[in-house]
């Protein structure tokens, strides 16, 4: 199959989009299929990440244009011509559309460039014109779509499908044996989004200093390379009374998990990492479309919702963490439900359910 992504990353939207569909094309890839993007030349756009991982990327110019969503840097009919124009006539089986700036508009532009079209969608808000769509967040059912795509397009809803590289399922066995016991915490993980724009990371060390710690635990802390605080963290780490590790683009970060007895994290695509793994989780709303994620998340206690971050939520968070490490009842507890949300098969399901479209 020839399949195309159309998705970007930014200082704005962040990486999750770009790297749930580059475990999605790894997939195919494996599978056999040809996979290439397209992507807009944002700042923080990732696209060297995308060609390091083996895939083609057609680039999208940043144009000065005043009038244009703040997200997808130009008009939706310029982003729609030009996509028409990286797809060179190749007419792809798949156009695989992962875009918060896209709607239904620019999908009904496209139709007659391509075969189908999927959609990854997070928060049912907008109309959408495709053949399929997945959305791998907690709580959605069909009826939330019904008045948003025709009654043609397939729906695959929740977590079971989410998008995960297959570290990740490969890891899980070992992670299920090692969440049966509880050694107390001594490694934490503190993963709040490739950028941290407002530097959450810092603060939230600044409070796990003030803990009277038997031993000072490991604490990881996994930042992308385009984030803006990294150098003055790196700096900023001998002077706390805690093991310190800094990590730009992991690429162990199953491992990390893994490693871990806690993490404090954002709640996008990382939690379903977190959840695969039955990794204990504090997490914060770091976008909007992460809300109901985070209060689904908590509702089934298999992560502790700290919502958005302010510094009144830091009492919160202390409260909330002391007691994950002075109860290994509520941590175990939290294992095991997070176990329960996904097993980080969905990439194979998704996969499987494209390539069973003729060509």
């Not at 580059?22 to 993007?37: P, R």
């Not at 989004?193 to 407002?198: E, M, Q, R, T």
């Not at 001998?238 to 162990?252: A, D, H």
Request: overall charge negative; charged content about 20%; some cysteine.
């Amino acid at each position: 199959m020839n399949i195309y992504f159309r998705v970007d990353a930014s200082l704005n939207v962040g990486s999750g989009h770009v790297m749930r569909c580059l475990a999605l094309a790894d997939a195919l890839q494996q599978a056999d299929s040809q996979v290439n993007f397209i992507v807009r030349e944002h700042k923080g756009h990732m696209i060297a990440t995308i060609e390091a991982a083996g895939f083609s990327v057609k680039k999208l110019p940043v144009t000065s244009i005043v009038n244009h969503s703040d997200i997808l840097g130009v008009s939706w009919q310029q982003d729609a011509a030009e996509t028409i124009g990286a797809l060179e006539n190749k007419m792809p089986d798949w156009l695989i559309v992962d875009h918060y700036g896209i709607d239904q508009s620019w999908h009904q532009a496209l139709r007659t460039s391509v075969k189908n079209i999927f959609v990854i969608d997070d928060v049912p808000e907008k109309p959408i014109d495709c053949d399929l769509l997945l959305n791998q967040n907690l709580g959605y059912t069909d009826e939330d779509y019904n008045q948003l795509v025709s009654q043609d397009t397939q729906l695959i809803l929740g977590p079971k499908y989410a998008l995960l590289r297959s570290e990740f399922s490969n890891t899980r066995p070992e992670a299920l044996k090692k969440r049966k016991k509880y050694n107390g915490t001594n490694n934490i993980l503190i993963s709040l989004g490739a950028l941290d724009i407002n530097n959450l990371t810092e603060s939230i060390l600044d409070h796990l200093a003030t803990i009277t710690w038997p031993k000072p635990p490991q604490v990881n802390i996994v930042l992308g390379e385009h984030a803006p605080h990294f150098e003055s963290l790196k700096s900023k780490i001998k002077t706390y009374p805690l093991q310190l590790q800094l990590y730009k683009n992991s690429s162990n970060i199953s491992e990390l998990m893994l490693n871990a007895d806690i993490a404090i994290g954002g709640a996008g695509s990382t939690a379903w990492e977190r959840c695969c793994l039955g990794l204990p989780s504090l997490c914060f709303t770091l976008a909007d479309n992460q809300r109901a994620i985070a209060v689904e998340l908590d509702r089934r206690k298999a992560a502790a919702d700290l919502g958005k971050y302010e510094p009144q939520m830091i009492k919160v968070f202390l409260n909330l963490f002391n007691a994950l490490l002075s109860d290994k009842n509520k941590w175990f507890e939290m294992s095991n439900k997070a176990f329960t949300i996904t097993t980080g098969q969905g990439t194979n399901l998704v996969t499987n359910r494209l390539l069973s479209v003729s060509a």
